[in-house]
């Protein structure tokens, strides 16, 4: 069974009231997610939902079989938003970007709790609404902004996301994120690590310079910051 202890490691349940936080805590179950793993696809019937508590998972759209981030869920929320609205399929692939822990329940019971508990409801469509910004704002980034200041964005929204400048990945997972081609992703990591801002090997990077890499990174993440923080304090608000 889940604890409570658990639940204070993802802010959204951590915000509940008490009372509601015990009765939810109690349907769900903890669940080990390995990197790479897909949690939903695009029009596939959404069987489970997930609160992230060490783990953190990328939503991706995927176009002529080949994806593209446009949102990142880590511990300040939950994956299942559209069930909220009354949609049961995913319009996105959800893929665990980090390994980590999440705590999960079936679809039908996380209906049955959303619908009783007015506190559920408001701290989920809170978190909707700060996901959907940060879908446009990524949707502007990946036109507008070049492949080295993407990357130095998503590095540092990782990096608030799992609470570690250390983490894994690998070029083809990054190429993937990015939607660019592994080779532009290996001369922007290039650039990056002769610069002395990060260090890459073995599949894994260390943000070495965390001044040098916000200034590298694009003006949408200090905007998307504002949405991630703004989500925290929400989140940590009761009502």
Same mark, same amino acid.
């Given at each position: 069974m889940a604890s409570a202890r658990n639940a204070d490691q993802n802010a959204l349940l951590a915000a509940l009231p008490s009372k509601e936080q015990k009765r939810i805590l109690g349907y769900l179950k903890p669940a080990a997610l390995s990197l790479g793993d897909i949690l939903c696809?695009?029009?596939k019937?959404?069987?489970r939902i997930y609160f992230p508590l060490t783990a953190l998972i990328s939503l991706l759209t995927v176009v002529d079989?080949?994806?593209?981030?446009?949102?990142m869920i880590g511990r300040e929320g939950v994956l299942g938003i559209p069930l909220a609205f009354g949609v049961k399929h995913s319009p996105v692939r959800? +893929?665990?970007q980090g390994a980590g822990l999440a705590l999960t329940m079936p679809t039908p019971v996380f209906l049955r709790e959303?619908?009783?508990s007015p506190p559920l409801q408001g701290k989920v469509l809170g978190f909707a609404n700060e996901l959907m910004l940060q879908i446009g704002l990524s949707a502007a980034c990946n036109r507008f902004h070049p492949v080295t200041a993407r990357l130095a964005?998503?590095?540092l929204m990782t990096r608030d996301r799992v609470g570690s400048d250390e983490f894994r990945l690998?070029?083809?997972?990054l190429a993937d994120m990015l939607g660019v081609r592994r080779a532009g992703v290996t001369i922007a990591a290039s650039g +990056?690590?002769?610069g002395g801002v990060i260090e890459y090997s073995w599949g894994r990077v260390r943000i070495l310079n965390e001044r040098k890499l916000e200034a590298t990174a694009c003006s949408c993440y200090e905007m998307g910051r504002g949405i991630y923080k703004r989500e925290q304090s929400r989140a940590n608000r009761n009502p």
């Open positions: 696809e695009p029009g019937t959404i069987e079989d080949k994806p593209l981030e446009v949102g959800a +893929l665990v959303f619908k009783r964005r998503w590095l690998t070029h083809k997972f +990056l690590q002769r």
